[in-house]
T-cell receptor
């Protein structure tokens, strides 16, 4: 089944404890992206990647890191999480950046 | 002006009604347009692409007006299961720009 898989689905962590949210797609998509969604603010792009080893900042990259060492994986790293990073996170992938995106099921992160 | 603007709603309509949403965009160079559907706390799912000639998929019709820079979504014969938030998506100078969504509640 073609899909984007995110893990974990839910995570509660403490301020400052490094964490990684994984994202993997099995559709051989070149484009991958991370979003966060907060009430009233809609989907905001964190980082995106046009292809392997190519990553760019989105609208809200502060406090996040990404890497794209393989085509299928695009992990999101929070080196020192803070409470303002409490949010619902989505990974998305696409054949091309301006094609329709397939989203993962989301990761609900709470930083206390 | 925001890149993509939508009326947040909510639109509360009875079953069987026809409802229409509009979305305006600011980048006249945009080439790709989509409507997504998002259920509460779930991931957005592609509903349909929007082509210059307009397109229809069952009860759903999407149209593009480049001159006035808006896209529309028409839902006919609304079902309870259509209750969701509908996101307008437009290609910009960077990868796709998502509107904040219009919430639809279909009432029995």
């Amino acid at each position: 089944e073609a899909q984007v898989t995110q893990n974990p689905r839910y995570l509660i962590t403490v301020t400052g404890k490094k964490l990684t949210v994984t994202c993997s797609q099995n559709m051989n998509h070149e484009y991958m992206s991370w979003y966060r969604q907060d009430p009233g603010l809609g989907l905001r792009q964190i980082y995106y990647s046009m292809n392997v080893e190519v990553t760019d900042k989105g609208d809200v990259p502060e406090g996040y890191k990404v890497s794209r060492k393989e085509k299928r994986n695009f992990p999101l790293i929070l080196e020192s999480p803070s409470p303002n990073q409490t949010s619902l996170y989505f990974c998305a992938s696409s054949f091309k950046w301006d094609y329709g995106y397939t989203f993962g099921s989301g990761t609900r992160l709470t930083v206390v | 002006r925001k890149e993509v603007e939508q009326d947040p709603g909510p639109f509360n309509v009875p079953e069987g009604a026809t409802v229409a949403f509009n979305c305006t965009y600011s980048n006249s160079a945009s080439q790709s347009f989509f409507w997504y559907r998002q259920d509460c706390r779930k991931e957005p799912k592609l509903l349909m692409s929007v082509y210059s000639s307009g397109n229809e998929d069952g009860r759903f019709t999407a149209q593009l007006n480049r001159a006035s820079q808006y896209i529309s979504l028409l839902i006919r014969d609304s079902k309870l299961s259509d209750s969701a938030t509908y996101l307008c998506v437009v290609s910009g100078n960077t990868p796709l720009v998502f509107g904040k969504g219009t919430r639809l509640s279909v009432i029995a």
